[in-house]
């Protein structure tokens, strides 16, 4: 059964950094690319980044680029979103989700999410 | 970068059809694929490649996309339908996911 799992959520003050978790399990992790897409409260989802398989193929939404890194250990079947320079508009539940095939494709499979919250 | 657009809400009794509409400009040349999100869970996949439905997803729900219009069709709507609806592109002009701003289905 394919299952993500995020963690590293938690409360940050404005200006702070936080790295956010995502653990596969149940599929070949390495093949698959991954992109994180996040939810504000009440408000609709955001895509915000993501990563091929190898690591090679990176984007990121406009919103983040520069503040937000993207990274995988396919080792250890995980995926990493390091976010930094947080604002209260980077409040919001995170999800990692796993392509269905290539880089661009649907999303068949999503996590449960982890909550962020910016505040002083 | 591409814009979606989607009603915020619709609102059907059950057992009618619901339309939930995602607009885009020239969207019939792209794959549009949507999601369901129901209060306090995660999005799931509802409809691939405008019309394919994945294993699980009940054949009451159906999509098409044609011109500058994707649409997902709840066929006999029932009350677990009530969830919020989302469409997505992959925007190949910016390289950026996009994700159309939500639909709400009330069932009455």
């Known amino acids: 059964e394919v299952q993500l799992v995020e963690s590293g959520g938690g409360v940050v003050q404005p200006g702070g950094s936080l790295r956010l978790s995502c653990a596969a399990s149940g599929f070949n992790f390495g093949s698959y690319a991954m992109h994180w897409v996040r939810q504000a409260p009440g408000k609709g989802l955001q895509w915000l980044s993501l990563i091929s398989g190898d690591g090679d193929n990176i984007r990121y939404a406009d919103s983040v680029k520069g503040r937000f890194t993207v990274s995988r250990d396919n080792g250890e079947s995980s995926l990493f979103l390091d976010l930094n320079s947080l604002t209260g508009d980077d409040t919001a539940f995170y999800y990692c989700a796993k392509v269905a095939r290539g880089d661009y494709d649907y999303f068949d499979q999503w996590g449960q999410g982890t909550q962020v919250t910016v505040s002083s | 970068s591409y814009v979606l657009t989607q009603p915020p809400s619709v609102a059907v009794a059950p057992g009618e059809t619901a339309r939930i509409t995602c607009g885009g400009n020239r969207i019939a040349y792209m794959n549009v694929h949507w999601y369901q999100q129901k209060p306090g869970q995660a999005p799931r996949l509802l409809i691939y490649?405008?019309?394919g439905r994945p294993s699980g997803i009940p054949g009451r729900f159906s999509g098409s996309n044609s011109g500058n219009t994707a649409t997902v069709t709840i066929s006999r709507v029932e009350v677990g339908d009530e969830a919020d609806y989302y469409c997505?592109?992959?925007?190949?002009?910016?390289?950026?996911?996009?994700f159309g701003p939500g639909t709400k289905v009330t069932v009455l």
């Open positions: 490649y405008d019309g």
């Open positions: 997505q592109v992959w925007d190949s002009s910016s390289h950026h996911m996009v």
